[in-house]
């Protein structure tokens, strides 16, 4: 296989999800037919997308990346009806979950059928497959007339990205087009649920909530780490990370405030350059460090979408030490704090 890595030629385009110029999904559709990579805006984040029906341009994805093979990809499909050729077998509750959140940011995985390969599976005999909710991921999808095989369009274990400019200064001259449709939505990664076992267990907290999830599936689990990294393992312990060393606070209130001043004081000491994340009715209490503001502690949904283009942030300006304050457990915080928790770890 020829070598992909900073060799190609990235052309960039803007399109408006609002007002569609066909002629240019029609081009990256193209593109994918023709096994390129393009790289395209959903309501997560952005993926890096293959046809999931050719092999050599899969192994492209993992080239691109630099991913290791043992990482299953998602596949992207336009409808439901599709998704019959890639399952071998979907339950009604799968198909109930479907029918609720699709388009949306739930990933089922599912018992593939032979037209998935090992390449998009890792090996497994299972399928991760979502329908994306984004006029621009549907168009392409359309316009490809295929499956796309995405994962996050980052370089493997860093955090995923929220804009056009994120990909561009991570895979610039290793994809062949990168689709610019502005910031993404929902910030943070789908949800991925195995609809395989008994319970259904959460291998992934994201845009779809475990409450939401619970109301239609009480028995509901989120699965223990050891599983989740096993089942999913894309969920290596670090993962989702800034290039800083991030620290997770984890108290609550003026004493969590204090700990991060404490700490952030100490390394400043140091002569570490320290960025410190927080909740906007916090800001103040930091002065005199460089702060990033995710939004309001109540307002989880703006927390999320911003958490990874601050941490970016904070990456560019060359801080050493992220310290972060801790978001509430419920809801989109709960992704959140798995993402700050996945990224404070050391390995
Ligand atoms: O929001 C998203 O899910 C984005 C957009 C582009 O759709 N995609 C994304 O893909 O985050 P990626 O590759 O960065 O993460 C996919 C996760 C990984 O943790 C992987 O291990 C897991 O899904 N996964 C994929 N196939 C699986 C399977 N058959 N069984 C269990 N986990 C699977
Ligand atoms: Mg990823």
Request: charged content about 25%.
């Amino acid at each position: 296989m020829k070598e992909y890595s900073n060799s190609v030629d990235t052309r960039i385009i803007k399109i408006d999800p609002d007002n569609i110029d066909w002629k240019y999904l029609q081009l990256a559709g193209q593109a994918i037919r023709e096994g390129r990579l393009v790289a395209f805006p959903t309501e997560t984040v952005y993926g890096l997308g293959a046809d999931a029906l050719n092999a050599e341009a899969l192994l492209k994805i993992f080239q691109a990346k630099k991913r290791p093979f043992y990482d299953p990809l998602i596949v992207h499909i336009y409808n439901l009806k599709e998704i019959y050729d890639y399952v071998e077998f979907f339950p009604d509750v799968a198909r109930t979950l479907g029918e609720l959140f699709w388009p949306g940011p739930l990933t089922m995985v599912l018992k593939k059928s032979k037209s998935i390969s090992d390449i998009v599976t890792s090996g497994l005999d299972t399928v991760a497959i979502r329908i994306p909710d984004h006029k621009v991921a549907l168009g392409l999808i359309k316009e490809a007339r295929r499956p796309i095989a995405a994962p996050s369009a980052n370089l493997f274990s860093h955090t995923s990205p929220t804009t056009a400019w994120h990909v561009i200064s991570d895979l610039k001259g290793s994809i062949d087009i990168i689709i610019d449709s502005g910031e993404t939505l929902i910030g943070l990664e789908s949800t991925v649920l195995d609809v395989t076992t008994s319970p259904l267990q959460i291998l992934r907290l994201g845009g779809i909530t475990f409450e939401s999830l619970k109301k239609i599936i009480p028995d509901i689990i989120i699965a223990d780490d050891h599983i989740k990294i096993k089942k999913a393992p894309g969920m290596l312990s670090r993962h989702y990370s800034p290039l800083a060393k991030l620290i997770l606070v984890k108290d609550k209130d003026e004493k969590m405030i204090e700990k991060i001043r404490k700490i952030a004081l100490q390394h400043r000491n140091k002569g570490k350059k320290v960025g410190v994340i927080a909740c906007q009715e916090n800001r103040e209490k930091y002065s005199g460090f460089i702060v990033k503001v995710l939004g309001e502690a109540k307002d989880l949904n703006s927390c999320a979408r911003n958490l990874y283009a601050q941490l970016r942030i904070l990456d560019e300006l060359k801080c050493d030490i992220i310290i972060s304050e801790n978001f509430e457990d419920i809801g989109m915080g709960r992704a959140i704090m798995d993402r700050l928790k996945r990224a404070s770890r050391n390995c």
